[in-house]
């Protein structure tokens, strides 16, 4: 509370709200079509979404926990 400036009220439930974004990342895995099937004129073909890079994730300094996660994962996941 004393280091981000947050009311004491959102720092208790800042961690409850942490695995909540954790858990919709966790959801959004277990159905996104990393892979899909496509078809072109030269016949089958993959649709692969993948990483490619570096990830820049800029967070404000009042609630960096949450606001983290919710970038920070969908990079891990992906």
């Given at each position: 509370v004393e280091q981000v400036?947050?009311?004491h009220g959102f720092?208790?439930?800042a961690p409850g709200y942490a695995v909540s974004a954790?858990?919709?990342c966790e959801d959004l895995a277990a159905t996104f079509p990393f892979v899909e099937p496509r078809t072109s004129y030269a016949g089958p073909a993959f649709l692969y979404r993948e990483p490619v890079g570096v990830v820049a994730a800029i967070a404000p300094w009042?609630?960096?926990l949450v606001t983290?996660?919710?970038k920070v994962a969908?990079?891990?996941l992906a």
């Open positions: 400036g947050i009311p720092a208790k439930g954790l858990t919709a009042n609630a960096p983290m996660l919710n969908p990079a891990l």
